[in-house]
């Protein structure tokens, strides 16, 4: 199973009867139909909630449409189309990449949301691995650490190094030049 199947049976194992996961589908061609005559109609409905969500024309000031929403259904045709000529059988993991390179200007909305559908966290995990770390570093005695100082140590901790290949010579010769220093 690839990732993004695997992405979108966790979706719904997670959060059944939510209207944008079922219309997110859409944009994975895996999904989509395999003769032309279906295709054609295929997504509309779920466009619509996509376009209902992120392409409100007359929401409050505070919330600006982020995709154009008659631009969308515009490229909606064509991204299906280019996407039966020329990727058909591409799986979705290689397809994103020459997508954004390729496409953005031709397809920007769709893309945008697509951006938006893969930056979606489907787990805590990382979140509460960040927490986790952040109360092992700033405990009762070392209250006092400033942010800058707080968010190095994080990024330390967080990332897992192996001790055997760090350089500490040159890490060394950073802190050295950082300011003057007695050297003996």
């Not at 259904?73 to 280019?82: H, L, Q, V």
């Not at 570093?137 to 760090?166: A, Y």
Request: hydrophobic share 45%; glycine share 2%; charged share 25%.
């Amino acid at each position: 199973m690839d990732f993004a199947a695997a992405v979108i049976c966790e979706i719904n194992d997670r959060f059944p009867h939510r209207p944008i996961l079922s219309a997110m589908k859409i944009m994975n061609p895996i999904e989509w139909p395999k003769n032309k005559e279906s295709l054609n109609d295929y997504g509309e409905k779920e466009l619509e909630e996509l376009i209902g969500i992120y392409g409100v024309a007359n929401a409050p000031n505070y919330l600006m449409p982020i995709i154009d929403a008659d631009a969308i259904r515009d490229e909606w045709d064509n991204f299906k189309a280019i996407i039966l000529a020329n990727y058909e059988n591409l799986p979705i993991d290689d397809l994103l990449p020459l997508l954004f390179q390729y496409h953005t200007d031709i397809y920007p909305n769709i893309l945008i949301l697509i951006s938006i559908f893969y930056s979606i966290p489907f787990s805590s995990v990382d979140c509460e691995k960040g927490f986790s770390r952040q109360n092992l570093i700033k405990t009762d005695i070392r209250n006092q650490l400033n942010n800058d100082s707080l968010h190095m140590l994080m990024m330390v901790g967080l990332h897992n190094v192996n001790v055997m290949e760090f350089d500490f010579n040159n890490a060394l010769k950073i802190w050295y030049q950082s300011c003057k220093r007695r050297i003996k």
